[in-house]
């Protein structure tokens, strides 16, 4: 091909699958590492002339991804935010990571997912502190009867978007780790119950949980660097003995 192509790389994200599956071709196993668009332009990622999060495009990409079994979103980086301390993306251009996630999410066939989306957030290199993501249309309608391994890092939720992801998880789970998860309203008490229900009723669950932060946990310093101030530096280890399912241990939530 000869001249400049005007077609912005990060289209192949939503173009080859749906090529492949045109094709005839069944992808079940899909790896991005830094892939997407960092910070802004992130509607390159939607492919045709409506460069929305309600094209229609996604309903091919739906398409092209009903018989994935594997998913993994490796994070951005650093690497990528060297030009500022603090790093952002804005809300609109969030909305497209959400509809892009949640449409490679749609299928249940999936068996692995791994998303690491702690890049996409409010962030400072020298606290280490980060704000994770609120995108919550990217979960909402999960339905995965097959999954197996769930590994989701840098998201925030609401009380109830929590519950309702928690809820949802296949009985047939067999590890699942939750990372820099924030909690933006409300109590951890009923996801906390929800994990712990289902560590019982399979006891081969394993829930790994770090970083978690709202609620009970605590909230944001207002002065100085944004730095996250434990409440109790107990409840962490406390959280994850109540969903292990420790004989006689009340919800720490509830406290």
């Known amino acids: 091909m000869d001249g400049e192509v005007s077609l912005p790389q990060a289209k192949i994200l939503s173009e080859l699958p749906i090529a492949l599956h045109k094709a005839g071709v069944s992808l079940q196993y899909f790896h991005l590492s830094s892939c997407l668009p960092v910070r802004s332009n992130l509607s ?16 091919d990409l739906q398409a092209a991804f009903q018989q ?6 490796e994070s951005v980086g650093w690497e990528y935010h060297k ?10 251009e969030r909305a497209f990571i959400e509809a892009y996630i949640s449409t490679v999410l749609s299928g249940q066939c999936l068996e692995n997912v791994e998303v690491d989306l702690s890049g996409y957030a409010l962030g400072d290199r020298g606290s280490g502190w980060t704000e994770p993501c609120y995108i919550p249309g990217a979960f909402a309608s999960i339905n995965w009867p097959r ?14 978007e929590l519950e309702r992801f928690c809820r949802n998880l296949s009985p047939f789970l067999d590890d699942i780790f939750l990372e820099m998860i924030n ?16 560590r ?18 605590g909230l944001v310093s207002s002065t100085g660097s944004p730095q996250w101030e434990l409440r109790d530096e107990t409840l962490p280890e406390k959280f994850r003995q109540y969903v292990r399912g420790k004989e006689g241990m009340e919800n720490p939530a509830n406290a």
Not at 49 to 57: E, H
Not at 147 to 160: M, N, P, Q, V
Not at 200 to 217: A, F, S
Request: hydrophobic share 45%.
């Open 44 to 59: 390159d990622i939607c492919s045709g002339l409506d460069i929305s999060p309600d094209a229609a495009i996604w309903h």
């Open 68 to 73: 994935l079994k594997g998913f993994e979103l």
């Open 83 to 92: 030009e500022s301390q603090m790093f952002d993306v804005p809300p609109k």
């Open 147 to 160: 999954i197996k391994y769930l590994d989701i890092k840098g998201l925030a939720f609401t009380e109830e």
């Open 183 to 198: 909690l933006w309203d409300g109590s951890w008490a009923r996801a906390l119950d929800i994990l712990r229900e289902k």
């Open 200 to 217: 019982m009723t399979n006891p081969e669950l394993l829930v790994v949980m770090g970083d978690w932060r709202g609620g009970e946990l």
